[in-house]
């Protein structure tokens, strides 16, 4: 990984040596492809350790994925140079970004980085390709109500329908502050919704469906079950009639 993060979940790939298999593209995409015939998989997430930090094998990856009708989503930090940014973004078709806090100060702090270049990276992305954004709350370190208030404005302000993901922080690493109170984690989430669309909870164990924000009627029921879509027809609510661009049911494509 190119950050440092003191609570990194994944510090045993992310900040230690693993235990890897080498896979040159060209095999990974079969690999896609076989699953996509077996288990209905319909493409490649580059995710877990920092995707970026692989450039030339995630771009030329997702090039030949492409190239074989796979989709491509991208699960990164966002900590990037514009130009192979942009490069990345020409052939994902959709990204999470993490956005670790919403001041240079609490970035600094959590991670070792700078804020100002993953929202530059996340306003490109929104322009690009289908965009949702995970926070993971860290008690008195990035949850202060005021400051996440201007954070969820500033997303509304590029779009109202980008999904945000409120994570809880357990203890993890280096930090071992005691994890996010729930009531925290409800009281950013009603923040948010006051600007935002879709704002899920993660790291609750509580299921994160998808209702219209127009009608309210479920859309996206997700759980311990499979997904089950339940009210969505070409990408529309099969209530009100409004348009989701950026959901496909899978029998649709």
Not at 4 to 27: G, S, V, W
Not at 98 to 122: H, M, Q, W
Not at 157 to 163: G, T, V
Request: aromatic letters at 8%.
């Amino acid at each position: 990984c190119n950050l440092h993060c003191r609570y990194c979940q994944n510090y045993h790939i992310a900040q230690e040596q693993a235990e890897t298999k080498q896979l040159q593209p060209a095999e990974l995409v079969a690999l896609a492809q076989a699953a996509q015939r077996n288990t209905n998989n319909i493409g490649i997430a580059f995710t877990y350790n920092e995707p970026t930090v692989g450039f030339e094998f995630v771009l030329e990856t997702a090039k030949l994925a492409k190239a074989k009708g796979l989709k491509t989503v991208l699960v990164t930090n966002g900590y990037l140079q514009p130009e192979p940014w942009l490069e990345l973004l020409a052939h994902m078709d959709a990204l999470n970004i993490d956005v670790k806090a919403f001041t240079e100060e609490a970035y600094r702090e959590l991670c070792g980085a700078s804020l100002a270049p993953i929202l530059r990276n996340v306003e490109v992305a929104q322009e690009h390709s289908h965009v949702e954004l995970t926070y993971l709350v860290v008690p008195d370190i990035n949850d202060d109500p005021q400051v996440f208030k201007r954070f969820a404005a500033w997303v509304a302000a590029l779009s109202p329908d980008i999904p945000l993901h409120l994570t809880r922080y357990f203890p993890s690493y280096k930090l071992k502050t005691a994890p996010t109170p729930l009531t925290t984690l409800e009281q950013l989430a009603q923040l948010a919704r006051e600007h935002l669309n879709f704002v899920y909870l993660g790291n609750v164990g509580l299921s994160e469906e998808t209702f219209c924000p127009q009608c309210g009627k479920l859309l996206i029921q997700r759980g311990m079950a499979p997904v089950v879509t339940k009210g969505l027809m070409r990408g529309k609510c099969t209530e009100c009639g409004r348009s989701f661009p950026t959901i496909r049911v899978p029998a649709e494509g």
